[in-house]
């Protein structure tokens, strides 16, 4: 794959100051990072045999002290590519992609190792996690005149990584890199599918994400649960139930595995709520196995969006029963909140807040501005809640209040 890139892009990585006397790291694959032995049974069997110096290495990484597998390294002479590309993923594992950028600016500047296929997906992941498009067109700049040939985990990287950077961009041509890149891979897995369908929807390109849903499966391509989860808002946003029954049937088509996800039946509800298919919604929820938070949270909101606040509080209160199988957050009371508040049940908004004070939920903000928005709406004790919220940050949301309501000539002087 060989794309044109800009002037700017070819620029090599700088070397930082802080590694130029360090120790570095390596790792080999970043899914194999994780199956390392941990059973005392596996360890046991393999103490009779000389552990590796990447063995070493990579347990350290699994451990949380990549710094201290990277001082292991600076000790060996001539270190592998392996276990460069050890270090690399394990500062990735540990959430540390600024320092794994900085070791492959290392790598590079060194020489001794050449970079293969994990050294690049590895680095343009972390390139992706710190949103640095110039360090990651950098990177791409090497792997075309590396000459190897890119693997599929390597395109399939440089989508995630040109994803990731160019989202907050206006600048049409590096937007276009996304496409681009996908256009150009010869082989195309569902992991570069789901990319792009999260990318037309994070762009707002609905219609287009729809449309390569399709055509991944024309291609005979199997859809993940992910697929689903990407492409759903995407059909709640063109407003069309008939592509939301196909979608779903073919969900449901592929069994219990993907119809059960609980992911995927939070993302369905969501859909079909948004849809303005509420009986739909609720048929998912109620053929459900099990249900998370999120499910219930999905529901409720569904119920609120389409003016059934009598049912969003029934769903609610089913919950609050269910305590032991589900748990509450901050976004189920707000979601009940909202409910009261389009009933304007005062009796109802009491008992609410005496449920938040109970489970010391009543100092979040959220749950804050949502009740002095319910104590408004029901007409009641406007004055008394203001004052109760003094010090609790909701200066701005208690003013808004009062101006709403015209109680008085100017806001609340708080």
């Known amino acids: 794959m060989r794309l044109a890139m800009s002037s700017s892009s070819a620029l090599p990585l700088p070397l930082p100051s802080t590694f130029s006397q360090s120790p570095s790291l390596s790792l080999t694959h970043l899914p194999n990072y994780s199956s390392l032995p941990l059973t005392d049974q596996q360890c046991t069997l393999t103490d009779s045999k000389p552990r590796t110096i990447r063995f070493r290495l990579s347990e350290l990484c699994r451990q949380g002290q990549p710094h201290l597998a990277r001082q292991l390294f600076d000790t060996i002479p001539q270190p592998t590519t392996v276990l460069w590309n050890t270090i690399i993923i394990g500062f990735v594992c540990n959430n540390m992609p600024h320092e794994a950028i900085s070791?492959?600016?290392?790598?590079?500047?060194?020489?001794?190792?050449?970079?293969?296929?994990?050294?690049?997906?590895?680095?343009?992941?972390?390139?992706?996690?710190?949103?640095?498009?110039?360090?990651?067109?950098?990177?791409?700049?090497?792997?075309?005149?590396?000459?190897?040939?890119?693997?599929?985990?390597?395109?399939?990287?440089?989508?995630?990584?040109?994803?990731?950077?160019?989202?907050?961009?206006?600048?049409?041509?590096?937007?276009?890199?996304?496409?681009?890149?996908?256009?150009?891979?010869?082989?195309?897995?569902?992991?570069?599918?789901?990319?792009?369908?999260?990318?037309?929807?994070?762009?707002?390109?609905?219609?287009?994400?729809?449309?390569?849903?399709?055509?991944?499966?024309?291609?005979?391509?199997?859809?993940?649960?992910?697929?689903?989860?990407?492409?759903?808002?995407?059909?709640?946003?063109?407003?069309?139930?008939?592509?939301?029954?196909v979608l779903y049937g073919l969900l449901v088509k592929l069994g219990n595995a993907y119809?059960?996800?609980?992911?995927?039946?939070?993302?369905?509800?969501?859909?079909?709520?948004?849809?303005?298919?509420?009986?739909?919604?609720?048929?998912?929820?109620?053929?459900?196995?099990?249900?998370?938070?999120?499910i219930w949270n999905s529901l409720?909101?569904?119920?609120?969006?389409?003016?059934?606040?009598?049912?969003?509080?029934?769903?609610?209160?089913?919950?609050?029963?269910?305590?032991?199988?589900?748990?509450?957050?901050?976004?189920?009371?707000?979601?009940?909140?909202?409910?009261?508040?389009?009933?304007?049940?005062?009796?109802?908004?009491?008992?609410?807040?005496?449920?938040?004070i109970k489970k010391c939920r009543d100092s979040q903000v959220i749950s804050l501005n949502a009740m002095i928005a319910t104590y408004s709406r029901c007409n009641h004790v406007l004055l008394f809640a203001a004052e109760w919220f003094r010090t609790r940050c909701c200066y701005l949301c208690s003013s808004l209040v009062y101006l709403q309501l015209h109680r008085i000539d100017r806001p609340l002087n708080i």
């Open 259 to 294: 119809v059960n996800d609980l992911f995927v039946v939070s993302a369905a509800i969501v859909m079909y709520a948004e849809l303005g298919c509420v009986d739909l919604a609720t048929r998912i929820f109620e053929n459900t196995c099990e249900r998370n938070t999120e």
């Open 103 to 245: 070791f492959y600016s290392r790598l590079k500047h060194m020489g001794s190792s050449v970079c293969d296929q994990y050294s690049y997906s590895s680095v343009l992941k972390a390139c992706a996690e710190t949103k640095q498009i110039l360090e990651g067109k950098a990177v791409h700049c090497h792997i075309l005149r590396s000459g190897i040939h890119p693997s599929r985990i390597v395109n399939n990287s440089l989508l995630n990584m040109y994803s990731a950077t160019c989202l907050t961009l206006d600048n049409g041509s590096e937007c276009d890199l996304v496409e681009r890149v996908f256009r150009t891979m010869r082989k195309r897995n569902v992991v570069a599918w789901n990319t792009i369908f999260s990318w037309y929807v994070k762009r707002k390109r609905f219609s287009e994400a729809v449309r390569c849903f399709v055509m991944m499966m024309r291609l005979g391509i199997k859809p993940t649960i992910v697929s689903f989860i990407n492409v759903f808002p995407a059909v709640s946003e063109i407003g069309d139930v008939r592509v939301a029954d």
């Open 300 to 356: 409720i909101s569904g119920y609120i969006q389409n003016n059934f606040p009598l049912k969003a509080v029934d769903l609610f209160l089913e919950a609050v029963e269910a305590e032991d199988a589900v748990t509450t957050d901050d976004v189920t009371f707000v979601s009940a909140l909202m409910a009261t508040s389009q009933l304007q049940h005062l009796e109802f908004a009491q008992q609410l807040h005496a449920c938040l």
